[in-house]
């Protein structure tokens, strides 16, 4: 079936250093989407991607769709500790739309 | 917030017996999912809805049934709950499901099984 790889796994990070984590599949996925969860809540979308190539920023935060269509990134520029919690990428393939998660990057901001 | 409420947020039940967690939105969005969240394996599709009484099956399924008598209430249950059911479920909502239509979460109910 579909996989989807996150990486990294983890990150301890000093308050103001930017981020990085991507996630790469196995097949192509015309939608790729970025979401944030906090201890105790629901993931919260972040920023959704639509087409090969395609870079958004929200904010602090910026997404890429790799041009392969396989892989994404998420940047995080100038961290706070309100950044901490665990991120998921996320990504639909041609048949039906379904999301595939991936699983997740925990951030952890030291001030 | 995308208006969905979860119900129980937490619950402690003993293996054998069943369970329903409620999902309710206000959004009027046609589609609605259930995802389970465990260590090690992110977000996983039990079930979803793509209209009143129209419901299929998600990557783990078994165990789990699913009902949807009105547009705003999408239920699952757990007809004889076991211990690898312990988790923490997700309901989640989006106004279609075809590529490049985004899903929004609700807060989650914690289950326990003993």
């Known amino acids: 079936g579909q996989q989807l790889n996150q990486s990294p796994q983890s990150m301890f990070i000093q308050e103001g250093e930017d981020v990085s984590m991507n996630c790469t599949s196995s097949?192509?996925?015309?939608?790729w989407l970025w979401y944030k969860q906090d201890p105790g809540e629901g993931p919260v979308l972040l920023i959704a991607?639509?087409?090969?190539?395609e870079l958004t920023s929200n904010g602090r935060l910026t997404a890429q769709f790799g041009i392969t269509r396989k892989d994404s990134f998420l940047n995080i520029s100038a961290s706070i500790p309100s950044d901490v919690g665990i991120y998921f990428c996320a990504g639909s393939y041609n048949q039906g739309g379904k999301l595939i998660f991936g699983q997740g990057t925990e951030l952890s901001v030291k001030p | 917030d995308a208006g969905i409420t979860q119900s129980p947020r937490h619950k402690v039940t003993e293996t054998g017996t069943p369970v329903t967690l409620r999902c309710h939105q206000t959004e009027n969005h046609r589609y609605m999912y259930w995802y389970r969240q465990d260590p090690g394996h992110g977000l996983r599709l039990i079930h979803y809805s793509y209209g009143v009484k129209d419901t299929d099956k998600g990557e783990v399924s078994d165990g789990y049934s699913v009902s949807r008598s009105k547009t705003e209430d999408f239920l699952l249950t757990l007809e004889s709950a076991t211990s690898s059911q312990t988790s923490v479920y997700f309901c989640?909502?989006?106004?279609?499901?075809?590529?490049?239509?985004?899903?929004?979460f609700g807060e989650g109910s914690w289950l326990t099984v003993v």
């Open positions: 991607l639509y087409k090969a190539g």
């Open positions: 097949s192509i996925f015309n939608t």
């Open positions: 989640a909502i989006s106004e279609s499901y075809s590529s490049g239509n985004t899903i929004y």
